[in-house]
Each structure stands twice: as C-alpha cells, then as structure tokens.
C-alpha cells in the first residue's frame, strides 16, 4: 500500500530508502510537506467470501484484518500484538469493545464511548498511542506531542501517550476553563511522561502558542515536536473497524445494507465511514449530523464550502463539533474531484483568497452517489431528543449523539437499519444532561480510578518563551 498526498507534489516513493511511502512512513509524519494530507493511492476492497468470514471475528479479530490492509508494512504478527493489546476488555469495558444497543426495530446505538476518557476518540489514539511506541522504538527515535486542548481530545492522547516509551506529551489547557470531570482526568495522570500546561488565558490562546512554536522550525527540531491530530491517517483507519463492527451487528445476512448517522466536527468520524463504503461494506446512507457549526450541512446541501471564523463560531452544547474548518475534509473532496490534485490546489486556492469555494455541478453529483445526506441541530433540538430517547426507550444519550440521533431519524428509512453511532458518555456533559432532563449523572465506578489522585499540572503565563523553556528544561 503506498500513500499520496492530496496535493501530488509529494513523491509516493522514498528513493532514499529504495522502497514506497508506506504507512509507518506516514504514521509519523503528520501533514504532508506540501501541506496536503496523506492518502492510500486505492482503497483495499474487501469482496463477499472475506465479508462473511469478518462477520464470525471477535473485535480484535476484525481490527487486524482491517488494519493489516493498511499497515502492510508492518510485521503481521507485530500488528496483531499491537491490536490485541488495544481492543481488550481492560480498555474498553467488554469483550464487545463497541457494544451495540438495539433501541427497536431497525434502530440501533453504536456504543464507541467505553474507552478510558468516554468519547469516541479513544477508540483509535489507544491504537495510535501503541503504534507509535512501536515505530519509535523501530526507528530509534522519540517525540514530543505537544497539543492544545479545551479539555476532550488532550486527554484522549495523553490516556493512550501516557507511560509510552519514546514519547512526551506537553499538553496546553486554560487553566481554570476546563470542567472539572476533565481537569481531573488529565492532571491526575501520575506517569512522568506527562506534561500539563496550564496556561493562564483562554483555549485560543493555548492554540496560539503551539501555532507559534510550531512556527519556529529550529526549535521543532531540535526537540522533536511532532502532534496527534486527526488528519492522521493511522487515526481513520482505526475508526473503519467500527463501521464493520456495527454493520455486523445490526444486521443477519450480508445482503442487507445499513446507514449510518454521525455526529461530525473535522469530518473523521464520517469520513471513516465513506472509506468502509468504498472498501465494499454495504453502507446505505452516511448521514452526517452539526450543530449550530453547520459548514458542512451546507457544504452537503449546496456544495458551497465557507468555514466560518472567529465570531461566527458558536459554542454549543456539543462542544467537541464547535469546529471551523473541518480538517480532514480534503480526503473525500480529492475522491470526488477523481484524485486530480491540481483541482485541490485551485480549490484551496480560493478558499485562502476568498474565504470559501464552490464545488461545479458534476462534481456535486459525487455526494449522493456516495450516500452522504445532512442536516443540523440546535441546543432546543439536542434536550428534546434526549428527553425523548429517555422517555421512549430509558436510555441516557450525551449532547453529541443526540444530534446524531435527531438527524439520523429525520432520515430514517422503515426497512433500512439506522446505526447512530454514541460517540460520548453524558457523564462528561453533565449541565446539559440536567437542563434535559433534571438528572444527575453519575461516573461509571470503573473511571472513579483517578478520583483520590493528586493533581499534577505546570501554570504558566501565556508566554510563548516561557513554554518553550518549560520544555527545554523538561527535556533535559
Ligand atoms: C470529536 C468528537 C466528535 C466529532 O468527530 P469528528 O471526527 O471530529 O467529526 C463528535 N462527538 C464527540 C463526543 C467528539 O469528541
């Protein structure tokens, strides 16, 4: 499997080492150098006799055989180490790993939120975090994350960095703005390999910092900065497995087809569920839910794509979907424009000069024959639908899949099984749970494990040097 970038000006073989740009090239390289993202060169087909036999495999089972197309690279028996160390029912609650939760008839819960920080993200960094240990230990190598965060997928990545071998993470959070389900999370981690910042300023102004450190390329190098953002391919084609997983478990037989509904922020989630698509799972609609942040409805339903930016971003009561520019969308718009890079480069050429681009008219045909539907959701939409769902069938949903949910059942088709995928637990969103519902929410006893723990965190000022020589002396 060899991998290109979206803007063709990476060479898809490394002539230094005689050999492709495979996966574990990928893996650590985050961005492409001519800034666009990485991509298989074709997507592995899984055809009738393989489908059958995935339908009998246990979750780490079906992980390997998903995964081993992608990381051919990577020694068999290592990646299934790898994945069955991941997948366990220590990590994720039961052997199921992503239980799924018949609500009635042809509607279904995809559970992706037992992981150790009860999102969805777990489900692909705890992959990553064991990967990357091992691809740093191959190349003798180490690197230091450093990200920011306003509080869910910074503690994603330290739960799956935490106690690797290789690797630090400087984590950036606004001290005092985070809630305190997920402050707890992230300062009382104990390993040493764990760096909490806490910047006295706001969560743009933890951004800031890494933008600008990030921006001085000798001391990126000299520290070995690297990041685990979601534009890594590694991450997507850990979430592929899922969508297997759930077509499986909602249906009998491999003649049926299922949609999908998927709350969306950068467009990973969903758009894991269009690489299961082209892999041959027979996946009816993905149907991709917004909130207020509604970019991409509009991008789906008029093929206008205008990021909204600084004030015209909402905060919203699913706030891990408050999203400006959805970052790995550029993967599915080089699929519909038939992998021709030049167009990405004119496209995203307007985007910088105009704020936005318009997609032509036979290229917007793309989005339906691919199966893709949208639609929105508000903070009203979001407590009604909790309500109802616990009303109606006494489950509990967290603001996230709600808006999932809500779009999902407007699109609901009566023979077709609808898959919402539950992409965190409404433990973590315990304000808008209450304002639902009057409930309080509880912690499952198996995450109470950091409750009596001490609280390790660095406060600094939002000064730009001072974190860099927080690092450097960290290093040292
Ligand atoms: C990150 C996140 C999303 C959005 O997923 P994308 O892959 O960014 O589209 C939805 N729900 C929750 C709870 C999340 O943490």
Same mark, same amino acid.
Request: aromatic fraction near 10%; include cysteine.
């Given at each position: ?240 497995? $899922?969508? !297997? ?6 249906? *009998?037989?491999? &003649? %049926? ?7 969306? @922020? ?65 993967? $599915?718009? !080089? ?6 890079? *030049?167009?990405? &480069? %004119? ?7 105009? @704020? ?121």
């Amino acid at each position: 499997m060899r991998y290109v970038s979206t803007r063709g000006k990476v060479e898809p073989f490394d002539f230094a080492h005689d050999k492709p740009k495979g996966f574990s090239e990928i893996l650590l390289e985050g961005l492409a150098a001519d800034g666009g993202l990485y991509v298989p060169e074709a997507y592995p087909q899984v055809y009738a006799d393989e489908l059958t036999a995935m339908r009998r495999m246990t979750y780490p089972e079906l992980a390997f055989a998903i995964l081993s197309k992608y990381a051919d690279d990577i020694l068999a028996d290592d990646l299934r180490s790898i994945v069955n160390e991941t997948y366990t029912k220590e990590n994720f609650g039961s052997e199921e790993v992503a239980p799924i939760k018949k609500l009635e008839e042809n509607f279904y819960l995809l559970d992706l939120c037992q992981g150790s920080t009860l999102a969805f993200k777990d489900m692909a960094l705890q992959f990553l975090g064991r990967l990357f240990e091992y691809a740093l230990e191959k190349k003798k190598e180490t690197l230091n994350i450093l990200g920011a965060t306003s509080g869910d997928t910074g503690s994603s990545a330290e739960y799956a960095m935490s106690g690797r071998r290789g690797m630090n993470v400087f984590m950036l959070s606004p001290l005092g703005r985070t809630s305190e389900f997920q402050r707890r999370q992230m300062y009382t981690l104990q390993d040493k390999n764990i760096f909490n910042v806490a910047i006295r300023g706001t969560f743009d102004d933890c951004q800031d910092i890494v933008k600008q450190i990030n921006g001085d390329a000798e001391f990126k190098k000299k520290y070995h900065l690297g990041a685990v953002n979601s534009i890594n391919w590694a991450r997507i084609a850990g979430q592929v497995v $899922y969508y !297997f997983w759930g077509y499986f478990k909602a249906t *009998k037989t491999n &003649s %049926e087809s299922v949609s999908f509904s998927v709350p969306t @922020g950068n467009f990973g989630n969903i758009l894991a569920g269009y690489v299961a698509k082209r892999m041959g799972l027979p996946i009816k609609h993905l149907i991709l839910a917004t909130n207020e942040n509604n970019v991409l409805e509009e991008f789906f339903k008029t093929g206008l794509y205008r990021p909204r930016i600084g004030k015209e971003v909402h905060a919203t009561s699913s706030p891990s979907m408050d999203i400006s520019k959805a970052s790995n969308f550029e993967r $599915y718009v !080089f699929d519909f424009v038939g992998c021709d890079a *030049k167009r990405i &480069s %004119e496209l995203w050429g307007n985007l910088n000069k105009k @704020g936005s681009f318009e997609i032509s008219n036979s290229e917007r045909t793309h989005i339906s024959e691919d199966g893709f539907i949208a639609g929105s959701s508000t903070h009203a939409n979001r407590l009604a639908t909790i309500r109802s769902i616990l009303e109606k069938y006494n489950v509990l949903i967290d603001p996230h899949t709600a808006d999932g949910v809500k779009v999902g059942l407007e699109h609901r088709e009566r023979e077709v099984p609808l898959v919402c995928l539950e992409t965190a637990q409404p433990v973590k969103f315990a304000a808008t749970i209450r304002e639902a519902t009057g409930q309080e929410t509880t912690v499952p006893t198996r995450f109470e494990k950091f409750r009596d723990l001490p609280e390790r965190f660095t406060a600094l000022d939002p000064n730009t040097n001072e974190i860099k020589a927080f690092i450097a002396s960290a290093l040292h």
